[in-house]
T-cell receptor
């Protein structure tokens, strides 16, 4: 079984300050982990993914995430928020190999203030 | 260009009037899926398909049907829509090969309102 918990439903930051979106997962195997972003009235787009290679993963638009097995976490960070980062972010866990059934977190809404 | 295309993008319909939301992908993906997105509930999976003629229920299948007669198409059917099916729907696809880290590709969403 697998599950994913996004610890904050909303995160509010000022432009130019760091972003931290938290994600904890639970799985009985070594998972694949993803972050997706959804801008208003758009579909979801892949930001980055972890697939058992380097634990620090770099994605698009300056985002990165670190896989920490001991903490079962995959938090998303960005050093400096931009207004265009305002969106909904989803953490996703899946079982690598075989049947591919991903589990989505409930999403975190990132609000960026000028 | 790799894409998942779903239609219609916006639809208002009446209770009980059957409707179909089409989904097509051009990436030869084995895995396709339908999700609905509701405020505070994130994305919930309705049905998924691992290949042609293979479909299975997700977390919220009640009131929906799907079919997978061709690899590229995965329509979502609401036989008798009800107001609680008012939602934003996403179709998605992914390579179903036995490799880890398969990216999911999403359509742009279909806003459905049932009155």
């Amino acid at each position: 079984a697998q599950s994913v918990t996004q610890l904050d439903s909303h995160v509010s930051v000022s432009e130019g300050t760091p972003v931290l979106l938290r994600c904890n997962y639970s799985s009985s195997y070594s998972p694949s982990l993803f972050w997706y972003v959804q801008h208003p009235n758009k579909g979801l787009q892949l930001l980055l993914k972890y697939t058992s290679a380097a634990t620090l993963v770099k994605g698009i638009n300056g985002f990165e995430a670190e896989f920490k097995k001991s903490e079962t976490s995959f938090h998303l960070t960005k050093p400096s928020a931009h207004m265009s980062d305002a969106a909904e972010y989803f953490c996703v866990v899946s079982k690598p190999g075989g049947s591919y059934i991903p589990t989505f977190g409930r999403g975190t809404s990132l609000i960026v203030h000028p | 260009e790799a894409q998942v295309t779903q239609n219609p993008r916006y639809l208002i319909t009446v209770t009980g009037k059957k409707l179909t939301v089409t989904c097509s992908q051009n990436m030869n993906h084995e895995y396709m899926s339908w999700y609905r997105q509701d405020p505070g509930l994130g994305l919930r999976q309705i049905y998924y398909s691992m290949n042609v003629e293979v479909t299975d229920k997700g977390d919220v299948p009640e009131g929906y049907k799907v079919s997978r007669k061709e690899k590229r198409n995965f329509p979502l059917i609401l036989e008798s829509p009800s107001p609680n099916q008012t939602s934003l729907y996403f179709c998605a696809s992914s390579s179903g090969q036995q490799i880890s880290g398969n990216t999911i590709y999403f359509g742009e969403g279909s806003w459905l309102t049932v009155v």
